[in-house]
């Protein structure tokens, strides 16, 4: 069990974030990659997995940098990201390594460590690098980690406030009853199409067919978003384009509307809520004096008074689904959009009801596809332990700059730790993170900054010490396929042997362990990455026996080399989301305070917080379209990429696909680029107060005046490598975003707040180098 058992030549079946994917292989090299399971709508990302294996940016060995070798107590961290790359052996990294926490610890204790490690990892069960290096950081001595994430921030707090539970990782009202029973579906700022091609687990695409056969069913589909997306194109989509960043003021006029003709349900509000009565006075404006109707949400949000009213009518009339995306709540004052959606829905009255009521997570996951009658493969955990201290995902910048700050969270109070360590693995932080200049600074702080990483990322390059990992292809693991319907257990066998010097995760941690004394505890005996395969699926194999669901023995399932196929259940066809609390709310309550939905929160009243009242409310955003003397131009918007998974496969030949003049793309309404002089193609120069880069204009009557859209994800390739402030050459719109909290209730990151200014670029263009080994590399 602790060896590989690889096939030269012949076809492997393993998987990733974007689906079961069939690999063939010859002469022990990966030469062509398709999906394991075929489905409708065709993902592309599952094509490329040759070209990100061999990529030109693969960490081939362990390095160090050469101000850090040679002298680890004077690093010189002003010189990360432009410093000489020396090649050291395996071993001479794990001295510094251990070296260098062992100083850690003896100088600042557990919490001088930061491994929060936020990213998409691998999606197996076993090589989950954040989780692997936590179960050692948590073993070894402590570690800073971290709260939440970057894609629900803020509703992962308030949710529970208003419904009871996160709300945005549930299963939803399943797609049969939405094709059957639902007469109009609203997508509210969410391009589901595309979002769909990736999930945590591995991927499956089966919500993607469920989108076209809604395109086929002839439903009212209306899609609120500045852009007309590719979802709103498959559709056939009624398209409104509100102001960015006023969602709430839209639905405040649609909300006074059905109270102000009386085409809303009083007795859901009176059964199934509490709170309504003190949210009126806000909404009739006898609180602040304010109304807001229909005429003050349409001055804010750009969308005529009649379509507001429409829409109220036809919400309230019709059996409607309300599909919110996540990017509405990735805004300041993001905690404010849901709780507003949620109380729209509630005075429509159909939650708990077949085809009616809100989703959070239509758009990722697999979410509204039946679940199968399953038992769920289990996963490397953190060996009871956890983290010593944790702070909000996007407060990380803060609290690495701002040590013994206190701040606000969800009606505590947390206080930052000096952080002086920096151990990273899977993900690529400088490029997630918002207002990248300011993150740059943050990393030149610590003493030391260890990545393992199969590629030189943007991240990988500001580091001390990198570590060369294999990648998902040259390893084994497990994983479940379809995260919220549980289709099957996937096989991720490992394809290729591993390339150059790079190692797993899991065995760079475990020979770490042996340093510190922890190897038999880390390692659960010894176990190999297949061993732990076998643990967890047996264990899954044993609980199925309790609940009768057959699976396979291990080897069965191993040798079969394909997915297993859950059994169907016709029961599972008919899950409407509420429909047990709706049916009886005081046997099935909601876990709320209160057991029903809370439009009014006393729980938030009593934090007091001065930037998120207890009841849904417009808050002018710090940046927005519609402020005075507004800084810049643009509202700039950075919605998740269509051809890659955020910064993954930035590096293959996808970028050829949709690269303009080389960089990424951003959209501007061509009207917009009419007065600016941009022409489709063009290298134009975005930029505000915050930083600058160089992308390329796609012209295009899909998106709303004054909007510009620029996918995020882009590695940051700097024209002065090591300069902070530098122009980025390859359109990263983390340079431009805002790095401040949703609230102090959710800390979210408020990505899709911010304004920018943009021109045709007249001046030199240098190559882009991101995706190439760095260039100063001693070898």
């Not at 319907?485 to 490992?494: E, V």
Request: proline share 6%; aromatic share 10%.
């Amino acid at each position: 069990m602790k060896h590989l058992s690889l096939i030269e030549n012949g076809e492997v079946m393993t998987g990733a974030h974007w689906g079961p994917i069939k690999v063939t292989v010859k002469d022990g090299k990966i030469v062509k990659s398709e999906a394991g399971i075929k489905r409708k709508v065709h993902n592309p990302l599952q094509d490329h997995i040759s070209d990100l294996v061999y990529a030109k940016s693969r960490v081939k060995y362990p390095m160090v940098r050469k101000s850090y070798l040679e002298d680890p107590t004077n690093p010189k961290p002003e010189l990360r990201g432009n410093d000489e790359w020396v090649r050291v052996s395996y071993e001479k990294a794990l001295d510094l390594i251990e070296a260098a926490m062992r100083r850690t610890y003896k100088e600042k204790g557990p919490t001088g460590i930061f491994a929060g490690s936020y990213g998409w990892r691998s999606s197996g069960n076993i090589h989950n690098a954040q989780v692997v290096l936590q179960r050692f950081m948590a073993m070894a001595g402590g570690f800073t980690g971290i709260i939440g994430d970057y894609s629900t921030g803020a509703s992962q707090v308030i949710m529970p406030h208003v419904v009871g539970t996160l709300e945005v990782y549930e299963q939803q009202t399943v797609w049969p009853v939405i094709l059957e029973k639902t007469k109009v579906v609203i997508i509210w700022g969410s391009n589901s199409l595309i979002t769909l091609r990736n999930s945590h687990a591995i991927g499956d695409d089966m919500a993607s067919d469920y989108l076209v056969q809604l395109k086929d069913k002839g439903k009212k589909i209306i899609i609120i978003d500045p852009i007309y997306n590719e979802t709103a194109k498959l559709l056939d989509a009624k398209w409104i384009a509100p102001t960015p960043n006023t969602d709430v003021a839209l639905m405040l006029g649609i909300m006074h509307t059905m109270y102000t003709t009386n085409k809303y349900d009083k007795h859901f509000i009176e059964t199934y809520t509490v709170g309504f009565d003190k949210f009126l006075p806000y909404l009739l404006g006898k609180s602040d004096g304010v109304t807001k109707d229909a005429k003050w949400a349409s001055a804010i949000c750009g969308i005529d008074e009649e379509t507001i009213k429409e829409l109220a009518s036809t919400m309230f009339e019709n059996t409607t689904m309300l599909m919110s995306g996540w990017a509405m709540q990735r805004a300041h004052h993001g905690e404010q959009p849901h709780w507003a959606l949620v109380t729209l829905a509630s005075m429509i009255g159909q939650i708990g009801k077949p085809g009616g009521g809100f989703g959070l997570c239509y758009h990722t996951h697999n979410s509204g596809v039946p679940r199968r009658n399953a038992v769920v493969v289990g996963a490397m955990n953190l060996g009871g332990k956890s983290a010593t201290l944790s702070v909000p995902a996007a407060r990380a910048t803060d609290a690495i700059l701002n040590p013994g700050k206190t701040i606000d969270f969800n009606g505590k109070k947390i206080t930052y730790p000096d952080i002086d360590m920096i151990y990273w693995c899977g993900g690529n932080p400088i490029v997630h993170q918002q207002n990248l200049n300011n993150n740059l600074k943050a990393w030149r702080k610590p003493h030391t900054i260890v990545i393992n990483e199969a590629f030189w990322t943007s991240s990988a390059r500001q580091a001390d010490i990198v570590m060369p990992t294999t990648t998902t292809y040259e390893r084994n693991d497990i994983a479940m396929i379809g995260l919220l319907s549980n289709t099957y257990i996937g096989p991720m066998k490992a394809c290729i042997t591993p390339l150059y010097e790079s190692k797993d995760d899991y065995t760079i941690f475990s020979d770490l362990a042996k340093r510190f004394g922890i190897y038999k505890e880390y390692t659960g005996d010894g176990k190999s990455d297949l061993e732990w395969v076998k643990t967890v699926y047996e264990a899954a194999l044993e609980e199925g026996k309790t609940k009768n669901i057959e699976i396979p023995p291990f080897k069965e399932f191993w040798e079969k080399n394909e997915p297993f196929e859950f059994k169907h259940l016709e029961s599972n066809d008919h899950y409407v989301r509420y429909s047990k609390f709706v049916k009886d709310p005081i046997a099935n309550p909601l876990g709320t305070p209160s057991g029903k939905i809370e439009i009014y929160s006393e729980t938030i009243a009593s934090f007091k917080y001065d930037d998120c009242p207890p009841h849904p409310s417009w808050l002018e955003p710090v940046e927005w379209l519609g402020m005075k003397n507004r800084p810049a131009e643009f509202h700039m918007v950075s919605p998740h990429p269509r051809d890659r998974l955020h910064s993954q496969l930035a590096q293959t030949k996808l970028r050829e696909t949709y690269a303009i003049n080389g960089r990424e793309p951003i959209w501007i309404n061509e009207e917009d680029a009419k007065e600016k002089g941009i022409k489709n193609g063009d290298v134009v120069r975005v930029f505000n107060a915050r930083g600058e880069t160089l992308v390329g204009a796609y012209v295009t009557k899909d998106i709303a005046r004054h909007v510009v859209r620029l996918e995020e994800g882009g590695w940051y390739d700097p024209v002065e490598p090591g300069k902070i402030g530098s122009l980025d050459n390859n359109g990263t719109p983390n340079v431009l975003t805002i790095d401040m909290p949703t609230s102090k209730l959710g800390s979210g990151n408020i990505a899709h707040t911010a304004l920018v200014n943009i021109e045709k670029y007249e001046g030199k263009l240098t190559p882009i180098v991101v995706y190439d080994e760095p260039k100063k590399m001693k070898i």
